[in-house]
Nanobody, 125 residues
Framework: QVQLVESGGGLVQPGGSLRLSCVAS????????MAWYRQAPEKQRELVAT???????NYQDSVKGRFTISRDNAKNTVSLQMNSSKPEDTAVYYC???????????????????WGQGTQVTVSS
């Protein structure tokens, strides 16, 4: 069983910084892409940033230059450094991992999606 647990959410003032972390635990063969999503009230969940095993990253346009995603493959962790925060960054942030559960999944290239429980980020003065 695979679990993703986020931490680091909270209240931050506009222009301030916050760091989110997520650790994957349990039994699995390999984690491919890790990502952060967010969902604001009455809005759909949206992709914020992704990072692959090699460390290649992609960002939503609205967070480019402000957020940085990183991962530690040895520790199965992914982090999101949020700088220059804006009120529109307020949302529940979810950690996501696409992984191979077993070697057979790797052979078949069958990825599985896992999600954390979410952590609230509020940007407000």
């Amino acid at each position: 069983q695979v679990q993703l647990v986020e931490s680091g959410g909270g209240l931050v003032q506009p222009g301030g910084s916050l760091r989110l972390s997520c650790v994957a635990s349990g039994t699995f063969f390999h984690i491919n892409t890790m990502a952060w999503y967010r969902q604001a009230p009455e809005k759909q969940r949206e992709l914020v940033a992704t990072v692959d095993t090699a460390g290649h990253t992609n960002y939503q346009d609205s967070v480019k230059g402000r957020f940085t995603i990183s991962r530690d493959n040895a520790k199965n962790t992914v982090s999101l450094q949020m700088n220059s925060s804006k009120p529109e960054d307020t949302a529940v942030y979810y950690c996501n991992a696409k992984l191979y559960r077993y070697y057979n999944d790797y052979v078949r290239e069958a990825e599985y999606d896992y999600w954390g429980q979410g952590t609230q980020v509020t940007v407000s003065s």
